[in-house]
Every structure is written in structure tokens, then in C-alpha cells.
Nanobody, 123 residues
Framework: QVQLVESGGGSVQAGGSLRLSCAAS????????MAWFRQAPGKEREGVARIFTGSGNTRYADSVKGRFTISRDNAKNAVYLQMNSLGPEDTAMYYCAASRGYSCLVAYGMDYWGKGTLVTISS
């Protein structure tokens, strides 16, 4: 089992930045991919960014390319999401997730989930 705990959410004005953190514990060696998802009220959960824990290869949703950066620190079992140029459309609950596989920008590909951290952007 892998446990994931997110932190770093909050309320900022449009144009601002936030950095989300995800602390992983448990059998983290079983995971190949870490990702951030978000879910806004009334919308489906969407994959925002993913990173392969081995190679560090990253991939982003088109809606966040150039604004968000995912990174990891394997020594700390942590994954981060730096979010810049935030807009009201980024308001959502953000979830950290881990996968034993490699298809991890889709929710069905994830094996473990955190409880989420709320990000609210005001215009």
C-alpha cells in the first residue's frame, strides 16, 4: 500500500502562484508514475500532469502547459506541482495519485489517491 498526503493548497488571486506538495509513504517502490489530478465542482476529474519516477519524464494537459511544472524528489518520496499564472479556471480540488503502471494521466490508471487539497483562484 502507498499513502499520499497533499499540501500547499489555498486561495490566491488570478495571476498568482502556488506550489503543491505530495508526500508518499508505504511501499513507494512499487510505483512507476506519479500524477496530479484536479476536479472542479460539477466536472469530471482530469489529469493535470504526470512524472515517471524513474526517468523523470513529464507530460501535461494542454490546459496547463507552460504554466505548471511537476517535479519529484525520490529521496524524500515527494512530488510537487508548481503552478504559475493561475486563473479562475484552475479552481479545483487537486489530488495526488500514484500508479504501478505507466498510463497515469487517466484516473482509471491510478492505484493510489490522496484526499486532495483545495485551490481557489479569485479574479
Amino acid at each position: 500500500q502507498v499513502q499520499l498526503v497533499e499540501s500547499g493548497g489555498g486561495s490566491v488571486q488570478a495571476g498568482g502562484s502556488l506550489r503543491l506538495s505530495c508526500a508518499a509513504s508505504g511501499y513507494t517502490g512499487s510505483t512507476n508514475c506519479m500524477a496530479w489530478f484536479r476536479q472542479a465542482p460539477g466536472k469530471e476529474r482530469e489529469g493535470v500532469a504526470r512524472i515517471f519516477t524513474g526517468s523523470g519524464n513529464t507530460r501535461y494537459a494542454d490546459s496547463v502547459k507552460g504554466r505548471f511544472t511537476i517535479s519529484r524528489d525520490n529521496a524524500k518520496n515527494a512530488v510537487y506541482l508548481q503552478m504559475n499564472s493561475l486563473g479562475p479556471e484552475d479552481t479545483a480540488m487537486y489530488y495526488c495519485a500514484a500508479s504501478r503502471g505507466y498510463s497515469c494521466l487517466v484516473a482509471y490508471g491510478m492505484d493510489y489517491w490522496g484526499k486532495g487539497t483545495l485551490v481557489t483562484i479569485s479574479s
